[in-house]
């Protein structure tokens, strides 16, 4: 019979205290919600509009037509035209970032094609031809591309980088007037088409916007160095070489698309 009471009095303890020690126990926290880290490393591609100047030296328009219309060498002297044109552009951009996991450094590359409407024209002297006799010399750019190299230091979804390679360029190249040697009065029309390639270097900042979209503020400088253009007047049937060295710098606002990112979520 003590047995059994000492039984039961234990079992009502237990029950009474197991609330108690229950309270006291220290309870797990719930598992943090997966939070995912943003990264650059993704391809995009996207669109860009800007505007451009250039600044072209170009020797020697005048030594052109005075020659090969008087049919011998008689231009004493040389004359280099600066020609500064401006003009606005419209393209669109494609590439590939690498962010390794917990670092800052992105690198990558990117290809890029700009039509573009920059040009501008000069009038130069002809002093072998009457009095007032001019050459109108006029140049123009319409298309540019590059394949660049990119670098840069992200912060979360800020990136900055700097960014250089190869570019090319085509370009329009006229000089046309009327030249009175002697007694005839003679249109020319010369027209020449050059298509160059050079380098390139720049830089900007790229913010990630929403979920898979960037938009970006770049400038890049472009170096095409010097090179022999020939110039052509189909009705005349003469040519003949002039001498064009040239740069062009641009800005940029840009949008990208990523399609292998970790934006949003």
Known sequence: MKQLLLASAATSLLTIGAPALAADWPVAPPPAAYIPVFTWTSCYAGGHVGGRSARKEITDPVQLVQDRLLGFPATVGVTT???LPTGYLIGGQFGCDYQAVGANWVIGFEGAVS???IWNQRVVALPLGDSGDQA????RTDF????TVRLGYASDRLLL???GGAAGASEKYSITGVFQAITNPTPFN?????LRIGWTAGGGIEWAIWENWSVKIEYDFYDF????????????SVSGPVDIKQTIQTVKLGL???MWSSFGD
Not at 136 to 139: G, P
Not at 144 to 147: D, F, K, R, T, V
């Open 190 to 194: 010369f027209q020449g088409l050059d």
């Open 81 to 83: 035209v600066e020609l």
């Open 225 to 236: 160095g010097h090179k022999s253009v020939l110039m052509s007047d189909s009705n005349l």
């Open 144 to 147: 540019i591309a590059s394949g």
């Open 161 to 163: 980088y700097v960014k």
């Open 136 to 139: 109108l010399v006029t140049a």
């Open 256 to 258: 990208n698309f990523h």
């Open 115 to 117: 039509g573009a409407n």
